[in-house]
């Protein structure tokens, strides 16, 4: 169903249909989601067949019972004729406030290392100093117009690429975390653009999606993470993303947000980096 649909022109058995395709994606049968939810897996079947109207609050529970993001809440709830329940105000609406005052102590208190706020599809709405002021060490910032991507940055010949010590094991590990990481593991038709996108780019291969099995070389078990390495004046520079979401989101937005904070893998990088930082500080 396209998501421009209008919800008075869907089929009666629409809010069927979209049910069994969560069930089928969530991997479970009408008796897990009865037993997960308490609706009989008769009226469950009647729902999915069209034979029965579920109420509103029947279709929140099994939204809930197979884990659907709150948009997609929303549109199932339209598709049965029912109000949007969670709100879909703009990240940064009035009744954000509190979260983004919130975002703005974590990015404040990650200095002098890069944090940064992102949307669902890797867009980025908010930064601390550190992060501008690291990137443009590589590249001007500003000569990149439009919408800033985090994911394009890094792909992009003409951006961090070029710079990025190990970048096709960390390219590889970006294009699997687009599936990981995925709100409600869902990847809906933005996520297939921007994964179209990157895979477009020179030498991304398909395969990239199709995680690998665990490196059981020395070198890989003694590093517990995909490290993201930078050349600079000689040497490279060792991060590691540690990524923070809103825990018990009950609007769009909250759910879609979520903080990315880059630390130094080892302590050359931090010494390193200091010196980057305090150098650029001097230039400002």
């Known amino acids: 169903m396209s998501k421009s649909a209008n919800p008075s022109t869907l ?55 197979l ?23 703009a990240w940064n609406s009035q009744e954000m406030q509190s979260i983004t005052r919130a975002l703005e102590r974590i990015l404040h208190q990650h200095e002098p290392f890069p944090a940064l706020v992102m949307d669902r599809y890797w ?32 792909f992009d010949p ?31 038709e933005p996520t297939r653009e921007l994964l179209d996108a990157l895979l477009a780019y020179p030498d991304v291969k398909p395969e990239w999606r199709i995680p690998d099995p665990p490196d059981g070389t020395p070198e890989a078990s003694a590093m517990p993470v995909v490290p993201l390495g930078f050349f600079k004046d000689g040497n490279t520079l060792n991060y ?3 990524v923070s979401t809103v825990g018990t989101p009950r609007t769009v937005a909250a759910q ?19 010196d980057l930082m305090n150098e650029v500080h001097r230039r400002d």
């Open 123 to 154: 867009n980025v709405l908010m930064t601390n100093d550190a992060a501008p002021r690291f990137f443009n060490c590589f590249i001007d910032m500003a000569q990149r117009t439009g919408t800033r991507n985090m994911l394009h940055l890094i």
């Open 11 to 65: 089929p009666a058995n629409d809010v069927g249909e979209m049910l069994r395709h969560w069930r089928s994606n969530r991997g479970k049968s009408q008796l897990d989601l009865a037993l997960d939810t308490g609706v009989s897996q008769r009226h469950i079947s009647f729902v999915e067949v069209g034979r029965s109207v579920p109420s509103r609050q029947m279709l929140i529970d099994l939204a809930q019972g």
């Open 256 to 274: 879609e947000l979520r903080v990315e904070c880059l630390f130094p893998a080892d302590e050359a990088t931090e010494r390193l980096h200091l």
């Open 158 to 188: 003409a951006g961090m690429r070029p710079f990025v010590a190990n970048w096709a094991e960390v390219a590889k590990s970006l294009v699997q975390r687009v599936y990981r990481e995925a709100v409600g593991r869902v990847v809906d």
């Open 240 to 242: 590691f993303s540690m």
């Open 67 to 89: 884990d659907i993001p709150l948009r997609d809440r929303n549109t199932l709830l339209l598709a049965a004729g029912y109000a949007p329940v969670y709100s879909e105000g």
